[in-house]
C-alpha cells in the first residue's frame, strides 16, 4: 500500500483512490465489470504509466494498470 500527495484536493470525489496492478490488466478489468464495476473512459495522461479508468458501483474512482 502506498500513499502519494496530490497538489489540490478535489471536492465532490471520493476521499481515497486505489490504482490495483496485475499481470494482465484485460483480463482483471472485465473480472472487475463482471462484478458491477464500470469502465468510464478516462485514460492516462501521456507522462503516466497507461492505466484504465473505472468506478465501483456507487460512482467511487479507481485504476488498473499493468501488463
Do not use: I, M
Request: with cysteine; charged share 25%.
Amino acid at each position: 500500500l502506498g500513499f502519494q500527495k496530490v497538489p489540490d484536493p478535489t471536492p465532490g470525489k471520493n476521499k481515497v483512490h486505489l490504482d490495483f496492478h496485475g499481470a494482465d490488466k484485460e483480463a482483471e478489468v472485465a473480472r472487475l465489470v463482471g462484478l458491477g464495476a464500470r469502465e468510464t473512459g478516462r485514460r492516462a495522461p501521456p507522462n503516466r504509466s497507461p492505466h484504465r479508468s473505472c468506478a465501483d458501483p456507487e460512482g467511487n474512482a479507481f485504476c488498473v494498470a499493468g501488463g
